[in-house]
Nanobody, 122 residues
Framework: VQLQASGGGLVQPGGSLRLSCAGS????????IAWFRQAPGKEREGVSCIDTSSGSTYYADSVKGRFTISRDSAKNTVYLQMNGLKPEDTAVYYC????????????????WGQGTLVTVSS
């Protein structure tokens, strides 16, 4: 699976962005698609994940209630709607896939998009 992440940018605190992760070559059906982020000097951390088989979604505690992950099967795309953004959300955001089951460990994901930068600043 090849992934293309997009939608990052500069936004003020409290603002919103929607990230997109488009799959190519094969359908994303059956895969778990996750969003990770990595801030400068920090380890990559899991933000959210969707299991396309069950529809189950998972969120890191730091983004619960603010971020929403969803998918559009017709467009073979997964979205991350980010509301109420905070400066600590600033990072490069990556989407990644693995077969079937969500995981919080980046090492469990084999296919990665190129990353999109989100900067939250006034």
């Amino acid at each position: 699976v090849q992934l293309q992440a997009s939608g990052g940018g500069l936004v003020q605190p409290g603002g919103s962005l929607r990230l997109s992760c488009a799959g190519s070559r094969v359908t994303l059906n059956g895969y778990a698609i996750a969003w990770f982020r990595q801030a400068p000097g920090k380890e990559r951390e899991g933000v959210s994940c969707i299991d396309t088989s069950s529809g189950s979604t998972y969120y890191a505690d730091s983004v619960k209630g603010r971020f929403t992950i969803s998918r559009d099967s017709a467009k073979n795309t997964v979205y991350l709607q980010m509301n109420g953004l905070k400066p600590e959300d600033t990072a490069v955001y990556y989407c990644a896939t693995r077969w079937r089951i969500c995981s919080t460990a980046a090492a469990n994901f084999g296919s990665w998009g190129q990353g999109t930068l989100v900067t939250v600043s006034s």
